[in-house]
Each structure stands twice: as C-alpha cells, then as structure tokens.
C-alpha cells in the first residue's frame, strides 16, 4: 500500500538567518508537531548569488540543545565552529551532522574563499528531534563528505544520495539515535519512481525545485514540502522537468515537543534549566 498525500504547502516567503543564509522554512515543529516528528524543521536556503567582499556572512555565536542540526550544501562553503572543540568546512555534497544533545554553543560561516569568490550560494539545514533518553548526551559531530555518501541510480529517470537510513538496499553512512531515512533525490522527469519505506514512519518530500507528481496527481511544484500518511510501504515520485528532492522518512517519537528558539525539549521546565544552563556558561563558550 502507497503513503497517501495528505496536502502540499509551498514554501512561504524568504527571510534571513544572520546576515548569510536567505531561507524559506518549509517545515517546522510549531506548524507540524507530531505530523512531522522527528523532524523539527528544514530551512531551504538560497540559491542566491553573493557578490565577491570581505564581509564576514552567517550566524555568529549561538546555542542549542535537545536536537541535532544537519547541514546540506549544494552549492557555495562553509565553515563550522562549536564549544565541543569540533572545527570543519563543508562543500556542494557535504554534510555537516552536528548532535547538540545536552547543549553546544556554534558559530557558522560562508567559508573566507567563498566571501572573497563570490558565487552562487544552496543549502538545506535539518533539525532531527532527540529521543527524550538521549537529549542530555554529550555533543557529538559528523562531518560526512559527499564521497562517502552513496549514490542509488533509478534507471535512467533518477538517482538518489541516501544519507542517513537506508533506500533501495542501501545504507547512509550518517549515525543516528532513532530509525529516520534521509535522502537527497536528483529527478530528470523520464519515469516513476517507486520507493520502498517502513509502514507507520512519517514521510515529508521536500521539493526544492522543479515538480513532482505523486502517483500520477497533479504536479507539485517547488520550492514546497509535501507531507504523507504514515500507513503504507512505498511512494512513487515523477519529475514533470527535471527536479531537486529531499526525502525525510522517520519513526515518529511520540513524545512531547516543546521547544523555545534554539532549544527543543519536552517539559516546560527543561527549556527553562536550558536557558539558565546556557546563561550560566554550562553549554561552554567559543574563543578567539
């Protein structure tokens, strides 16, 4: 049995995340909740063209707890720098998979070659809910380049980056804490594509451009997410011109979310211990 469309909600209008990310929030735990978990929320940024400058471009120093971020770049760099001593730069392909847990304190860039470059700029940033047994772990980082990521081919009509979960037999090489499938889907709208996932798990389809038809409605044009029943084994995706898809599939945790900015918890009172921890310094400080 196919996962049933339940609606398609293109992306509301772009806003900017410091003065280096141009986004549309395409989903997010406020508005999803449940339907979504244990995805929190997926910001779509770009593409957009920075001139060549030597302005510094991103977000500066700020905390997180009780989730994991993860970052995809498609095209531009960045550079990434956290209070658990974790440094890196990431380029089109890469993945940057950082678990916040018990609380980090981060800084992110456009690498200082790209400011200075200029060029076009796409990414996609992940937040991934923690089980509530898990979100007063000790950070964790993954830096996953795009040679370490596999790539399933579909005939002729598509292909797939299978980042975290497995898909088509294949297994991401991303580490997580609950079962989620994360997929990065490249469609050239000559077929359908069929694919198999677990029954119960949430599914959300980002299409980031381009249009996608699921089992032969009518198209479903991008930037925008699609959001499915989580009864049914399997989901058949065409492109109508060649399309850019994120595939999100994951186990809902079924517990509370409750979240305040950069923390999501699931008690009132533990995004209250959160705040003060941060304040305090507990979550750790970045130098230099």
Do not use: C
Not at 155 to 173: E, N, Q, T, W, Y
């Amino acid at each position: 049995m196919q996962k049933r469309l339940l609606e398609f909600r293109p992306a509301p209008a772009q806003h900017w995340v410091g003065n280096g990310f141009p986004v549309r929030t395409l989903l997010s735990h406020q508005n999803e909740g449940q339907q979504a978990s244990p995805f929190l929320l997926l910001d779509y940024g770009g593409p957009a063209e920075f001139q060549p400058g030597n302005e510094q471009r991103g977000v500066g120093e700020h905390p997180h707890r009780g989730f994991e971020t993860v970052t995809i770049v498609y095209q531009g760099r960045l550079e990434h720098r956290d209070s658990a001593g974790n440094t890196g730069r990431i380029g089109p392909g890469d993945v940057q998979w950082m678990t916040a847990a018990s609380g980090v304190v981060h800084e992110e860039w456009h690498e200082q070659a790209f400011v200075e470059q200029g060029g076009m700029f796409e990414m996609v940033q992940l937040w991934v809910n923690l089980p509530a047994r898990f979100k007063m772990l000790k950070p964790g980082y993954q830096e996953i380049l795009a040679a370490q990521i596999p790539t399933v081919a579909f005939g002729g009509f598509g292909s797939a980056r299978v980042i975290a979960g497995s898909l088509a037999d294949v297994m991401g090489p991303a580490k997580t804490f609950s079962p989620v499938t994360v997929a990065d889907l490249q469609l050239s709208g000559t077929g359908t594509l069929k694919l198999d996932l677990p029954d119960s798990h949430n599914l959300a389809v980002a299409v980031l451009q381009g249009s996608v038809t699921v089992d032969g409605g009518k198209p479903l044009t991008g930037p925008g997410l699609a959001l499915f029943d989580p009864a049914g084994t399997s989901v058949e995706l065409a492109a109508t011109a060649p399309a850019k898809v994120l595939l999100l599939a994951g186990k809902p945790l079924n517990e509370p979310i409750v979240g305040r900015g950069p923390f999501v918890m699931n008690t009132a009172d533990e995004i209250r211990q959160a705040i003060a921890d941060y304040q305090s310094g507990r979550m750790g400080t970045l130098s230099g």
